[in-house]
């Protein structure tokens, strides 16, 4: 991967589009390039998708929630544990962390009833202790892509 190559991703990320046309005349290359360019980061696995920005004022109403886990310590406990979190529908994000707790798991439910079912299941994983969640009320900023900033 070049710096155009970084260029490229960047650009999607930014603009938050696969437009070709635009991502070429941002990065100053032309289009069949962006277009080979981003097949050949597909290929090579570094590009799996794009996923468009919602805009939640205009989607069903959700609950975001926000739960620090703590799990019973073990041989592989992070990679068990987490990846059991994982596979739980509603939990968009989980992160193995240092401090009182390991885990932070990011739900995004469909309502109260989904929250407490996404709770209950985080509940009945083997070896998890105690969790403390929070809700969200407001979101200020969400951005996905803010994370994921190549360096040239």
Do not use: C, W
């Amino acid at each position: 991967m070049d710096k155009k190559d970084k260029d490229i991703i960047n650009s999607m990320m930014s603009l938050k589009t696969n437009n070709l046309q635009i991502i070429a005349e941002q990065v100053k290359i032309s289009k069949s390039s962006v277009q080979k360019r981003i097949k050949k980061l597909e290929e090579e696995g570094i590009i799996k998708g794009f996923i468009p920005e919602l805009n939640e004022d205009n989607l069903p109403q959700q609950i975001t929630a926000i739960s620090m886990i703590r799990a019973k310590y073990g041989p592989d406990y992070a990679v068990k544990i987490g990846g059991e979190i994982s596979k739980i529908e509603g939990i968009s994000s989980v992160y193995y962390v240092l401090g009182d707790y390991d885990f932070v798991a990011i739900i995004k439910a469909k309502g109260r009833k989904d929250l407490e079912e996404i709770m209950n299941k985080i509940s009945s994983i083997e070896r998890i202790e105690r969790s403390s969640t929070i809700t969200v009320l407001s979101t200020f900023r969400e951005d996905p892509t803010a994370f994921y900033r190549l360096d040239d």
